[in-house]
């Protein structure tokens, strides 16, 4: 029985605390720092459009940007405040003290040195390669890596780094096959060719999450909707050479 409250008693502590932050938002007023949370390097090009669009907002605008390192580790940077929001890519459910939104979507590619090997044609040959892969830590499996269990495949990782610039500048020279989003085309991996993988593989989604305690802030409201604006202002198709 107390397991099956537990959930709805976590939800309504969470409403509470929310309406105690209620109150009259003045953006130009406020001198608190909003952070946010994310795999910076992966998501620069978003928290580039955010910081701008927030600085158009209000020139005062105090932000915060720290690492997340694994997704499993929002609630943890959420439920003491040390963050005010987390963007991560979507994977699985999140605990329920937290609240989420679809934020935006990718397509995912191959990236590799065009010197040192071509693009992979067939599955076979996919899972074959030499993968090297970004690593945020954590024990939840990758988009790429799920799919590939799905479909009873598998593939081996011969390198792995903590974010895609280093990724990139370890693998550039070498025969390793990169799989990662699109959108990461031009600003870290232009010095690499990019494919469509011979295999199918899922759009990758974004999700921006809070903690369910400020959901009736107006401080909150009003930096949640600038960076829902920003992510609406990044364009979804990119135009790059995708063989």
């Not at 029985?1 to 932050?21: D, F, H, Y």
């Not at 974004?206 to 364009?235: G, T």
């Amino acid at each position: 029985v107390a397991a099956s409250l537990a959930p709805k008693v976590t939800e309504i502590l969470g409403s509470l605390e929310g309406l105690a932050l209620q109150s009259d938002y003045l953006p130009e007023e406020d001198t608190s720092t909003f952070t946010i949370a994310a795999n910076l390097m992966e998501h620069m090009w978003l928290l580039k459009e955010i910081h701008r669009d927030l600085r158009k907002r209000n020139h005062r605008v105090s932000l915060g940007f720290v690492e997340l390192g694994s997704r499993t580790t929002a609630l943890q940077l959420l439920a003491p405040g040390m963050a005010d929001a987390v963007i991560t890519v979507a994977l699985g459910q999140h605990p329920l003290e937290l609240l989420v939104e679809r934020l935006n979507q990718d397509e995912i590619v191959c990236y590799f040195d065009p010197a040192h090997r071509s693009a992979p044609t067939t599955p076979d040959e996919y899972c074959a390669a030499r993968h090297a892969v970004v690593d945020f830590g954590g024990t939840t499996k990758s988009v790429i890596d799920a799919a590939l269990d799905n479909s009873g495949s598998s593939r081996k990782i011969f390198l792995r780094a903590a974010n895609s610039t280093a990724l990139a500048e370890l693998v550039l020279g070498t025969d390793h096959l990169i799989t990662q989003p699109k959108r990461l085309a031009k600003p870290t991996f232009k010095d690499f060719a990019c494919a469509t993988p011979p295999i199918q593989l899922p759009i990758v989604s974004y999700d921006l999450v809070c903690h369910r305690r400020v959901q009736s802030s107006p401080r909150h409201a009003w930096y949640m909707e600038a960076l829902r604006a920003a992510a609406h202002n990044i364009q979804q198709h990119l135009e790059i050479d995708v063989r």
